[in-house]
């Protein structure tokens, strides 16, 4: 149980020294808490009962027990708001860091680890585990120490109190730690499989939000929904599992502890009439048996909890323990940007090699086109010169550099892609084109959006730049959203591009400001296209012909049309294709 207490402290690293307060403060309410007890034990202590016919009742010693509960009431009340703040600002400030720390470690990461942890698991990770540990560590952690500091210290003054008395409260407390031993087994299995299902039920809700269209396309909606609701179905069988097996368990728990009042509200009078116990000892005795187990009792009602918080860390550090791709790398700043690919070989798994020794030499301002069938490995040479992920055979050098001795944010600093696929986030036209430079000014977006021939639409927009777009840039053309990716490049301004031309249609004046826009963007730069129109292709400097993972064939398009060879009949095909007309 205490192992959780470890690794909340480590993972709140500069805010542990506010954990910690909280729980001094807790200590000290807890102590508050018993001044109502104090002061009965008072009132009856400085009483004289013995004469039951003129029992005097002092007003000072009246003042003198209001003033104990009184100060007990104002100490609870101060201690109990600087705990809930030091645990409020701690849980917050904790997990507020925590979820930066997370941004830049999946920035980091190798592609391959969100392959390999789907998208439901990560988003529950980031929101669901996160607001968990957010909201109920700090009670947690602070109901544990606190009550065990308490039970630990109950137990001794009941036994220097009575030690008939201690002993029975002792058996009372053994018996309910068996039990709670075994309430933190079961929960430890049920919680697993109620976190599964929720998890399983966000990956799914997930699924069908972003394939929305397809669903819809195929008459599948309802098909999709059922699933959704399936997922959800088990979440709330785990649910009603978790607490139908743990019910029994928890009434054992509560029964022991009430068996043990029991026997010291029998005790307790025997030992008045065998004059082994004072009356008032065994009126305050009994006073106090209905608070005593209140610690034990708050430790039951944790475990469930704890175990739950136990599961949110596990996630949480498993994203933390996930190797970086840079972590022995250095920044470094480069001074030239011709790239050199080395006997690289690279597979998705381990198995089956999708880039098979690939070396080829790209001169700085010049432009390389990459070209062959789908599925032949252009795609995947662009990532591993931008380094999502490592390659496992060979070297790829940026300016003489090896990729693998620079850091991810000293390699993409340098490098502007624009690729088919184009994402635009739910803010301001304005703030999705300084993107590709934060402190840019409005004349450097307005310059930018010119350059790219993305101006004069935005300017026709009631909100102009301010317009806000939504997620995935949902609310514009394909086209529009491609001049906008292209805005930002621009504005980043990075010696090297790497561009993925769309092979999907697009309207011929889109298509038009599209290629002007990009004429911008490459102007002085290192370029590497994966090329689909003939245009790029006749220009480029260089043609690199991949097939199945290699390059095959090498050099400009008027060497290349006079091989025999897979070139030539690609661009007759393409010539072909371009000739159509509906
Ligand atoms: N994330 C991935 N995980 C596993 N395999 C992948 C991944 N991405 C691509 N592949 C596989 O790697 C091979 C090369 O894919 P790549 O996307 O580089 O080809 P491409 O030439 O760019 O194709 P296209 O022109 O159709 O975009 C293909 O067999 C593809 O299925």
């Known amino acids: 149980m205490f192992g959780i207490l470890k690794r909340i402290i480590k993972l709140s690293d500069n805010m542990a020294s506010k954990i910690k307060k909280s729980f001094m403060y807790s200590f000290i309410d807890g102590i508050f808490e018993a001044f109502p007890l104090i002061a009965i034990f008072y009132f009856f202590k400085v009483i004289d009962f013995s ?36 645990q409020g600002h701690a849980g917050y400030e904790m997990v507020a860091k925590e979820r930066l720390n997370m941004g830049e470690r999946l920035k980091r990461v190798p592609m391959g680890f969100f392959n390999e942890n789907n998208l439901g698991e990560l988003t529950n990770t980031v929101t669901t585990d996160m607001q968990f540990i957010e909201k109920q560590a700090p009670f947690i952690l602070d109901k544990m120490v606190n009550s065990t500091i308490n039970v630990f210290v109950i137990c001794i003054s009941m036994i220097i109190f009575n030690w008939k008395i201690g002993l029975v409260f ?46 819809k396309l195929f008459n ?76 034990v009792e708050a430790l039951g009602s944790i475990t469930g909890l704890t175990r739950m918080l136990e599961l949110s860390l596990n996630r949480v550090e498993k994203i933390e323990r996930f190797p970086l791709i840079d972590r022995c790398s250095q920044e470094m700043e480069l001074e030239s940007f011709d790239i050199d690919l080395e006997g690289v070989s690279f597979g998705y798994t381990p198995n089956e090699k999708v880039i098979k020794n690939v070396s080829f030499h790209i001169p700085e301002k010049s432009m390389t086109a990459l070209v062959g069938p789908s599925g032949c490995g252009k795609t995947t040479i662009a990532r591993l010169i931008s380094r999502f992920w490592d390659i496992q055979k ?18 993409l600093k340098n490098m502007t892609m624009v690729f088919q696929k184009v994402y635009l986030f739910n803010d301001t036209i304005a703030n999705n084109i300084k993107f590709g430079k934060a402190d840019a000014t409005m004349k450097e977006v307005e310059e930018a959006a010119k350059k790219a021939r993305c101006y004069n639409f935005i300017k026709e927009l009631p909100k102009g730049f301010d317009t806000i777009i939504g ?75 991949m097939e199945n993972g290699q390059i095959i064939q090498n050099g400009i398009h008027d060497k290349l049309i006079k091989e025999d060879g897979l070139y030539k009949k690609f661009w007759s095909l393409k010539k072909k294709a371009e000739s159509w007309s509906i």
Do not use: W
Request: some cysteine.
């Open 170 to 215: 002792l058996i009372g407390l053994l018996l309910a730690i068996l039990i709670l031993n075994l309430m933190q087994r079961k929960a430890s299995q049920l919680t697993k499989i109620q976190k599964n299902t929720q998890v399983q039920g966000v990956a799914s809700v997930f699924e069908y939000i972003q394939g929305i269209s397809v669903f």
């Open 471 to 545: 997620e995935g840039g949902a609310s514009l053309s394909g086209g529009e959203k491609q001049r906008i990716s292209i805005a930002r490049a621009i504005l980043k301004d990075a010696p090297i591009v790497l561009l993925d031309e769309a092979t999907s249609s697009i309207d011929p004046e889109n298509e038009f400001y599209i290629q002007q826009a990009i004429s911008e963007l490459v102007k002085n730069k290192t370029i590497v296209v994966i090329a689909h129109r003939l245009s790029t292709i006749r220009e480029a400097d260089q043609i690199l012909v």
């Open 394 to 411: 060979g070297t790829i050098k940026i300016g003489k550099v090896n990729i693998a001795d620079m850091t991810c944010d000293s390699i």
């Open 51 to 86: 004469n039951s016919k003129d029992i005097i009742i002092d007003t000072i010693i009246i003042v003198k027990c209001a003033l104990i509960l009184l100060v007990g009431i104002i100490g609870r009340i101060f201690f109990k708001f600087k705990t809930y703040k030091l």
């Open 220 to 295: 599948l909606s309802n098909n999709r929904s059922s699933k959704v609701k399936s997922s959800f179905d088990d979440y709330s069988k785990a649910n009603c599992d978790l607490e139908l097996k743990y019910i029994p368990l928890n009434i054992l728990f509560s029964l022991s502890l009430k068996i043990a009042c029991g026997g010291i509200l029998f005790l307790a009078p025997y030992l008045v009439l065998t004059e082994q116990l004072s009356i008032i000892n065994m009126i305050v005795i009994l006073v106090a048996i209905f608070s005593i187990y209140i610690p």
